[in-house]
C-alpha cells in the first residue's frame, strides 16, 4: 500500500474522535436565539481582563430559565460580560446581559464556575455577574471585578511605550434575597467582624476544631461551609 493511500486511511479513522472533540449543539436551538454584539478586542496592557485563558465549554441561562449548553465561552472581568465563541462563522459575541440569569463554564482542569446575575445596589448599581462559591441559605459570591490602572511605563511585544496595567480587584459578599448583600474580606478578622462576641469565640473554636486557617478566598469558601453547616447564619 502506497504512502499515500496510508495517510489518507488513518485520515478517515481519526475523523469520528476528531468530529467528537468539537463542542455539539443540542437540537432544541439555534444561534439565532442568543442575542448580541460582536466582541472588540479589549485594549493591549500587561495583566489580564478575562477570568479564563481559555474558551471552555459550558451553558448560559436566559431568564425564562431556557439553557443553552455546549457553546465556548469566556468571561470578561474587565467589562462584565460574557462572550461566545460561534463557530458557524467564526465570530466572538458580547451576550446581551439583559437576556441572561447566569452562566458557567468548566474548565481544562474540571473546575466548574457558576455565575447568576443579580442588581446590586451598593457603590455603582446596576445587573452584574456573581460566582457564586458556596450556595446555601446565605450565599458566598464573588463579583470577579479587573481595573485598569495607571502604571510605571514599560514597553509591550511590538516596543510600544505603554502605562496601563489590568489588576484584579475581587470583592466578595455574603448575599441573601431578602436582605441582599453584605461584603467580606478573605481573613479571620473580616470574617468574625460579621458575627457578635459570642458567636466569635464559638467560630474561631470551630475554626481552630477543623484546622481552617483563612488567608485567601480557597479558605474563606472552606470555612464558611463548615460554619453555615454548624447552624450560623450572617447578621444582615
Not at 129 to 136: H, I, M, R, T
Not at 181 to 197: C, M, T, Y
Request: hydrophobic residues 35%; contains cysteine; aromatic residues 14%.
Amino acid at each position: 500500500m502506497s504512502t499515500k493511500a496510508i495517510i489518507i486511511l488513518l485520515l478517515i479513522a481519526g475523523f469520528p474522535f476528531l468530529a467528537e472533540s468539537q463542542p455539539k449543539l443540542n437540537k432544541g436551538w439555534d444561534t439565532e436565539k442568543i442575542k448580541g454584539a460582536r466582541y472588540l478586542p479589549h485594549p493591549s496592557y500587561i495583566g489580564f481582563p478575562f477570568l479564563n485563558d481559555t474558551w471552555d465549554a459550558g451553558y448560559i441561562q436566559f431568564i425564562s430559565g431556557e439553557k443553552v449548553d455546549s457553546l465556548n465561552l469566556r468571561y470578561s472581568c474587565f467589562k462584565d460580560e460574557v462572550v461566545y465563541y460561534n463557530e458557524t462563522n467564526s465570530a466572538q459575541i458580547v451576550i446581551d446581559k439583559s437576556s441572561l440569569s447566569g452562566f458557567s463554564f468548566t474548565n481544562k482542569s474540571g473546575r466548574t464556575r457558576t455565575f447568576k446575575k443579580l442588581y446590586y445596589d451598593g457603590f455603582m448599581k446596576g445587573e452584574r455577574y456573581f460566582e457564586v462559591l458556596s450556595p446555601g441559605q446565605t450565599d458566598l459570591l464573588s463579583f470577579r471585578k479587573v481595573s485598569l490602572i495607571s502604571t510605571s511605563p514599560y514597553k509591550d511585544e511590538l516596543g510600544k511605550t505603554k502605562n496601563m496595567e489590568y489588576v484584579p480587584d475581587f470583592q466578595f459578599y455574603f448575599y441573601s434575597p431578602e436582605k441582599g448583600f453584605r461584603p467580606v474580606r478573605p481573613s479571620l478578622s473580616g470574617l468574625l467582624s460579621k458575627f457578635d462576641k459570642s458567636g466569635q469565640k464559638a467560630i474561631k473554636k470551630l475554626l481552630r476544631k477543623n484546622r481552617i486557617r483563612i488567608t485567601d478566598e480557597e479558605s474563606l469558601v472552606r470555612a464558611w461551609k463548615v460554619i453555615e453547616k454548624e447552624g450560623f447564619q450572617i447578621p444582615f
